[in-house]
T-cell receptor, first 113, second 114 residues
Framework: GESVGLHLPTLSVQEGDNSIINCAYS??????FIWYKQESGKGPQFIID?????DKRQGQRVTVLLNKTVKHLSLQIAATQPGDSAVYFC????????????FGKGTRLSVIA | GAGVSQSPRYKVAKRGQDVALRCDPI?????LFWYQQALGQGPEFLTY????????KSGLPSDRFFAERPEGSVSTLKIQRTQQEDSAVYLC????????????FGSGTRLTVV
């Protein structure tokens, strides 16, 4: 399939290590955030979300941290596996209600076996 | 259906040709979004429907782009007189409520204009 994220920043991680992917979002009024994983030739796949009234949320092997003071979002992946290799996008919703998601530029995660 | 379905998966169009891209959202999902994703970029918003009403079309790049969702389920994105700069992946997403959470994306349609 076609390549996603040809010129994106790349994070290379050894298999089994933890990964941290960072995102600076744009709008201090954003109320909702999602991390998506996108593999080549596929659409974005939902990983985890967080609302602006929370600082941290955990899922299976993933944790999202939200720092509203500096408009920063991070995705932590524990015990990174080869199947985690993909491009990761953060997305923000600029305000509550019927508004679309605004996506960041993405980070390519490359897992070294 | 179990997920968001888009067709065709790939489309090659000659410059100047009209194309129609189809999106079948998850059954019962109220909100439907179209995004355009250029190679190496994040998805960019095109337009949004709540049921059959098109509430936001601010992201459509020109009047050659038109979207509809006449019965509040299936949606079609039409591009008239395609240009090379229209080459991209067109993604459709849906969410259950009017206030969207947990948007689910389809696999997209890869449009190549030659």
């Amino acid at each position: 399939g076609e390549s996603v994220g040809l010129h994106l920043p790349t994070l290379s991680v050894q298999e089994g290590d933890n990964s941290i992917i960072n995102c600076a979002y744009s709008n201090s009024a954003s109320d909702y955030f999602i991390w998506y994983k996108q593999e080549s030739g596929k659409g974005p796949q939902f990983i985890i979300d967080i609302r602006s009234n929370m600082d941290k949320r955990q899922g299976q092997r993933v944790t999202v941290l939200l720092n509203k003071t500096v408009k920063h979002l991070s995705l932590q992946i524990a015990a990174t596996q080869p199947g985690d290799s993909a491009v990761y996008f953060c997305a923000e919703r600029w305000n509550s209600g019927n508004t679309p998601l605004v996506f960041g530029k993405g980070t390519r995660l490359s897992v070294i076996a | 259906g179990a997920g968001v379905s888009q067709s065709p998966r790939y489309k090659v169009a000659k410059r100047g040709q009209d194309v129609a891209l189809r999106c079948d959202p998850i059954s019962g999902h109220v909100s439907l979004f179209w995004y355009q994703q250029a190679l190496g970029q994040g998805p960019e918003f095109l337009t949004y429907f709540q049921n059959e009403a098109q509430l936001d079309k601010s992201g459509l790049p020109s009047d050659r782009f038109f979207a509809e969702r006449p019965e509040g389920s299936v949606s079609t994105l039409k591009i008239q007189r395609t240009q090379q700069e229209d080459s991209a992946v067109y993604l459709c997403a849906s969410s259950l409520g009017a206030v969207g959470y947990g948007y689910t994306f389809g696999s997209g349609t890869r449009l190549t204009v030659v």
